[in-house]
Nanobody, 123 residues
Framework: QVQLVESGGGLVQAGGSLRLSCAAS????????MGWFRQAPGKERELVGS????????YYADSVKGRFTISRDNTKKMVYLQMNSLKPEDTAVYSC????????????????WGQGTQVTVSS
């Protein structure tokens, strides 16, 4: 059974930084691509970025490109989202997700989700 647990959210002022972590268990982590999503109140869930199973390829939404960085440590079964130059519009619940099928990129189909961590950016 796949479990994804996020941590690292909180309240930060605009221009600040946060690093989110996602701990995975249940499957061979190193063979699955991962994604970070966010959902703000009243808005649809948005893919923030994703990383291939090996970590060699990444994708970022235009809204975060140049500010956010995704990385992973397959030995620790962890994926990270470094968020810099945060803006009030980045306020949302951030969740990590795992692809349903192994060794697939970039057309991922996310089947497993964490519970999310709240990020609030004050102006």
């Amino acid at each position: 059974q796949v479990q994804l647990v996020e941590s690292g959210g909180g309240l930060v002022q605009a221009g600040g930084s946060l690093r989110l972590s996602c701990a995975a268990s249940g499957r061979t982590f190193s063979t699955y691509s991962m994604g970070w999503f966010r959902q703000a109140p009243g808005k649809e869930r948005e893919l923030v970025g994703s990383i291939s199973w090996s970590g060699s390829s990444v994708y970022y939404a235009d809204s975060v490109k140049g500010r956010f960085t995704i990385s992973r440590d397959n030995t620790k079964k962890m994926v990270y989202l470094q968020m810099n130059s945060l803006k009030p519009e980045d306020t949302a619940v951030y969740s990590c997700a795992q692809d349903r099928v192994s060794v697939r990129w970039p057309r991922c189909e996310y089947a497993y989700w964490g519970q999310g961590t709240q990020v609030t950016v004050s102006s």
